[in-house]
């Protein structure tokens, strides 16, 4: 049997609790379209997602999929793309030398996200990840498969909304999606990468060969 893997993160700064984390752990061991679900958690350092995508056995997946918190989001954001940038104490840098300056998705998120909307999913397809932890994340999803030949594994990026919990563990007013509402969304997210995949139609682009 194929598996998916669903990778996270942990809290950080004032959002000891974070969403991202909940969601991605009640994935796990669930089957969905014929493929079981592992999950992982990352702590939000760069160091730990480095080490956690290098050691990626790429051709045990059929999808790698993360998910990231938007704490000013009020829907599922669908990232469309990865750059080889990241911003730490207001300083750019690239994230691999000698890595592509953009990468695609190959999922097909405009379908992803007319199929959400069609369930009264809020979702609404994005084009950037970030600049710091998730779009690292993401990049070297990419990155690392090619390297090692298994660019036909699809790599997706999803940003999720705050949970009501976190309103009340932050008191504050935010624009939160209920727990059953952003699980139901990656359920349609998944089922649909993985068709993609089983016609053998999906393969990552890059916007430039290289910086």
């Known amino acids: 049997m194929r598996r998916i893997l669903v990778y996270g993160f942990s809290g950080f700064d004032e959002i000891k609790t974070n969403p991202s984390e909940q969601i991605v752990s009640s994935l796990q061991g669930i ?38 918190l938007n704490i000013n989001g009020s829907k599922l954001y669908l990232e469309q793309n990865a750059d080889n940038k990241i911003i730490v104490d207001e300083q750019q840098d690239i994230i691999c030398p000698d890595g592509s300056k953009n990468y695609q998705t190959a999922i097909k998120l405009k379908k992803v996200e007319k199929k959400m909307l069609e369930k009264d999913i809020p979702a609404q397809l994005s084009f950037s990840a970030g600049s710091y932890i998730c779009n690292l994340a993401y990049y070297l999803s990419i990155y690392e498969s090619e390297k090692q030949g298994f660019d036909s594994v699809l790599k997706g990026f999803i940003h999720i909304p705050p949970l009501p919990s976190t309103e009340r563990e932050l008191r504050q007013e935010l624009s939160s999606l209920p727990y059953n509402t952003i699980i139901s969304g990656l359920n349609v997210f998944i089922e649909n990468a993985i068709k993609c995949q089983q016609k053998n139609t999906c393969k990552d682009r890059r916007f430039a060969q290289s910086l």
């Open 31 to 68: 089957e969905i379209s014929g493929n079981v679900i592992e999950t992982t958690i990352l702590d939000v350092n760069q160091n730990s997602v480095r080490e956690f995508i290098k050691n990626i056995e790429f051709e045990r997946y059929d999808l790698i999929l993360g998910v990231g």
